[in-house]
């Protein structure tokens, strides 16, 4: 997984980190994490779940036109 080297941060930026990630129960490293990822991606609230996600998506047609043909007495190499 990529890393990155934040540097030349004023001070009162690293304390307010470090008592953000207390009060949070989290270390500094995951605290900035999650702020990195909530101001890029937004908060996980208001990004659809899995299940409207799946919802959002256009009906293409019928189930069985997604069906896979089942072949149970095919040969399989291993």
């Known amino acids: 997984m990529p890393q990155l080297i934040v ?3 004023e001070e009162k930026v690293v304390r307010k980190l470090k ?3 207390g009060e949070h129960g989290v270390s500094m490293e ?3 994490r999650r702020i990195l ?3 890029l991606l937004g908060k996980a609230d208001q990004r659809p779940s899995f299940k409207d ?3 959002m ?3 293409v047609g ?3 036109a997604c069906e896979r043909e089942t072949h149970a007495d095919r040969e399989v190499d291993f």
Do not use: F, S
Request: a negative charge; hydrophobic letters at 25%.
């Open 7 to 9: 540097r030349q941060i």
């Open 19 to 21: 008592q953000q990630a």
């Open 30 to 32: 995951e605290e900035h």
């Open 37 to 39: 990822r909530e101001a």
């Open 53 to 55: 996600y799946l919802q």
């Open 57 to 59: 998506m256009p009906d």
């Open 62 to 64: 019928p189930n069985e």
